[in-house]
């Protein structure tokens, strides 16, 4: 009788663990979906920091946040911002 008890408890410690997720995922997905609008950058046209651009030099994959922005273009360093985008 005693293990069973040990077993219901279990459950019920599994489940409102689980629960107490469910509930902190929802709150944390609730606060991703504010910030873009409170965390707004002075200027409106760079990107958000988490999204990722490509250097139009190398072409490259590198946060917005970090990119070299020139002529409406991202690059990923000072070198391939001073040579241009890429002469195909
Ligand atoms: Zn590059």
Same mark, same amino acid.
């Given at each position: 009788?005693?293990?069973?008890?040990?077993?219901?408890?279990?459950?019920?410690? /599994?489940?409102? *663990?689980?629960? !107490?997720?469910?509930?902190?995922?929802?709150?944390?997905? +609730?606060?991703?979906?504010?910030? $873009? @609008?409170?965390?707004?950058?002075?200027?409106?046209?760079?990107?958000?920091?988490?999204?990722?651009?490509?250097? /139009?030099?190398? *072409?490259?994959? !590198?946060?917005?946040?970090?990119?070299?922005?020139?002529? +409406?273009?991202?690059?990923?360093? $000072? @070198?391939?911002?001073?040579?241009?985008?890429?002469?195909?």
């Amino acid at each position: 009788m005693g293990k069973l008890l040990l077993w219901v408890v279990l459950i019920a410690l /599994a489940w409102l *663990g689980w629960s !107490l997720f469910r509930v902190s995922q929802r709150k944390a997905a +609730a606060r991703q979906r504010q910030a $873009p @609008a409170t965390r707004r950058e002075p200027d409106a046209d760079s990107p958000a920091p988490e999204t990722m651009t490509r250097c /139009a030099r190398c *072409g490259v994959y !590198l946060p917005a946040g970090e990119a070299l922005r020139s002529d +409406a273009q991202d690059y990923c360093s $000072p @070198a391939h911002r001073d040579a241009g985008p890429h002469q195909s």
